[in-house]
């Protein structure tokens, strides 16, 4: 008789069970061994072994089934279980990984660890166990719609052409097991010292922006290494509504130079905010909010430093601000275009690129690709959480009465507009970082420190961890997506559209830990020389405002073979290089760089 000992792990918070295992382990359905007494268990949050007798050796085990039974009079609860191990006779190891909860009683099937395309599933059970678990008979899940598209890429282009945002703004009906606090109340306690305001991994330090955050250097810096850094474009010619003439920036130029033969040299930069034109806006605590779309006219120093040289906000005068206005005038007026870079990052670099795309990425992972595609192997630990976090900001952020209506200017309504705005000017180009970079001229920008280390996380993202790696050999695009041939994308763009997916998706914490650089109370009059006139240092005042895990970590062992373990050990130690390499850098800096240190960034958009 041959004895096959088990080993099954169930090791998340509160993944105890009280419930009944059986275990069937099949090479064939007249060839397979089954556990001969079922197990009840108490607790299955630790390793456990069980043995399987067999009549005769099974050879290669393709798959195995949970049998998840009641025991006793205890109810049901949901156990999660992250792999089981099958030791044979012979000393062989299979591992079959879970890595989900099962709830209710019933049957779960998991296939071997071993990465496999549809090609290479040459055993009837194996195809037969991938259909069915992408049409959801084993996971439980929703059969994906046929609209969406029968492959994986054809699920993102649908998913994103059909993120119609009556869908993005309903508060998800019932969030289940989610547990979360209420919204705030609306009872106002007063600010406390901004010293305490921040809490996490602090880059920008709240005392370093007090001190310094009226300077027009500090400003500047913010369009660089501040918290979106993706809308500073060089210009090469003034915008025909932006009549900013040499008289006006003479004598922030200096009499060396002039505005024409620094926009010639490639020196001039602009920051343009339309896309928050005739954005509507609400009140906040009965007071009207405003929000400017402002355009700022950026130029670089011969020292590196960058500094607003004109500042336009439109309206019925489009009143041109400049560093030569009075000293609370220009400051309002640099006020003012923060405040539209808050709106803007918050709505389309975070809301719609870290959290709406990631959710696109997340649903075509899962409802796509089976467990053992390679492919969903790579990805998945970069969509972790992303469709729960994206059911909270639905329940809590952007609900009707939730945080967008009681604290944000643009409230739902305007949040809508914009997303829908965003959506319709967003392209490819713009989601991978080098075309980026070229695309707005910024290569040659000095002291860019996110696009220094943001370039060197793209690269170690996409080699050696690439797909074309992972695959060992060319990949088959047929097996991947389904395609009919006809429309079967090129390896090369499967290869450009990876990488995008595995850096948009971990890159929201950076969002985050950059919001220490901004925290000013919203602004509650219209911008125009009127209301400035009026303004004193009185307008400002502060604003208050687990499941981690750093890019490279993966506790999950989605992949066992031995070659893509290698790939992602020199993944991680690239990974570390380039911490170093960030680590020896700042040292030298009077104001250290750290939202692309590897440790800071998230592997998917978890928070």
């Known amino acids: 008789m041959a004895i096959y000992k088990r080993w099954r792990r169930g090791s998340w918070t509160r993944s105890s069970a009280c419930a009944t295992l059986s275990f069937l382990i099949v090479q064939e359905p007249r060839l397979c061994a089954r556990s001969s007494n079922p197990t009840p268990v108490l607790c299955l949050s630790q390793v456990r072994e069980y043995k399987v007798p067999s009549k005769r050796a099974l050879g290669p085990i393709l798959l195995i089934r949970l049998h998840k039974e009641p025991y006793s009079f205890f109810p049901e609860n949901m156990w999660y279980c992250n792999t089981v ?10 591992c ?10 019933r049957t779960v099937e998991l296939a071997e660890s071993t990465a496999q395309t549809p090609c290479d599933d040459s055993h009837y059970l194996l195809q037969k166990h991938r259909r069915e678990e992408l049409v959801g008979d084993i996971e439980g899940r929703s059969p994906p719609s046929r609209a969406m598209g029968s492959g994986f890429l054809q699920t993102l282009a649908a998913s994103l052409s059909r993120l119609q945002l009556g869908h993005v703004l309903k508060p998800f009906p019932n969030p289940g097991v989610l547990s979360c606090s209420p919204p705030c109340s609306n009872h106002q306690t007063p600010p406390p010292g901004i010293g305490v305001l921040f809490k996490g991994p602090v880059c920008v330090s709240p005392e370093y922006v007090t001190k310094h955050w009226q300077e027009d250097a500090f400003f500047g810096y913010q369009y660089l290494n ?32 002039s505005l024409q033969e620094e926009l010639q040299r490639g020196s001039i930069y602009i920051a343009d905010y339309k896309l928050l034109e005739d954005i509507p806006t609400t009140k906040v605590n009965g007071h009207q909010q ?17 500094v607003p040289l004109a500042i336009q906000h439109p309206g019925p005068d489009s009143p041109i601000f400049l560093p030569s206005d009075s000293e609370w005038l220009w400051t309002l007026a640099k006020t003012w275009v923060r ?8 709505v389309t670099s975070h809301l719609l690129r870290a959290h709406l795309l990631a959710e696109v990425f997340a649903v075509a992972t899962q409802r796509q690709l089976p467990m053992c595609h390679p492919l969903y192997k790579l990805l998945i630990p970069h969509v972790r959480f992303s469709i729960h976090i994206d059911v909270l900001a639905r329940t809590f952020l952007i609900s009707p009465g939730g945080v967008f209506d009681r604290a944000i200017a643009t409230g739902r309504r305007g949040l809508a507009v914009l997303l829908r705005k965003a959506l319709e000017n967003l392209t490819y180009r713009t989601l991978c970082l080098p075309d980026d970079i070229q695309e707005r001229g910024v290569a040659s920008l000095r002291n860019y420190y996110y ?18 790696v992972l695959y060992g050999r060319k990949p088959c695009i047929r097996g991947l997506f389904c395609w009919d041939p006809a429309n079967i994308l090129s390896h090369t763009k499967l290869g450009l559209l990876i990488p995008e997916i595995r850096f948009q998706s971990s890159l929201v914490t950076t969002h985050m830990d950059a919001l220490n650089s901004f925290s000013w109370k919203p602004l509650r009059h219209e ?29 999950d062992e989605h992949f066992t073979e031995h070659g893509p373990k290698q790939l992602m050990a020199a993944f991680q130690d690239r990974l570390a290089e380039i911490s170093q390499e960030i680590e020896e850098r700042n040292r030298s800096l009077s104001l250290s760089y750290n939202y692309m240190y590897p440790p800071n960034i998230e592997n998917s958009t978890a928070i």
């Open 85 to 94: 191990r099958v030791t044979s006779p012979e000393g062989n190891t299979y």
């Open 96 to 105: 079959f990984p879970c890595y989900r909860w099962i709830q209710g009683y």
């Open 226 to 257: 501040g918290f979106n850094p993706v809308l500073i474009r060089k210009c090469t010619a003034l915008p025909e509504n932006f009549p900013v003439t040499q008289e006006m920036v003479a004598g922030s130029l200096g009499e060396s130079t």
């Open 290 to 306: 405003y929000i400017a779309a402002p355009l700022c006219l950026l130029h670089q120093k011969p020292s590196g430093e960058v």
């Open 339 to 346: 405040n539209s870079e808050f709106h803007l990052h918050e």
């Open 451 to 468: 696009r220094d280390d943001g370039l060197k996380i793209w690269a170690a993202i996409e080699s050696p961890l690439g797909i074309q």
């Open 527 to 555: 911008p125009n020389r009127r209301t400035f006139s009026d303004f004193d240092a009185s307008a400002f005042t502060t604003l208050p405002i687990p499941f981690q895990r750093p890019l490279g970590t993966y506790p």
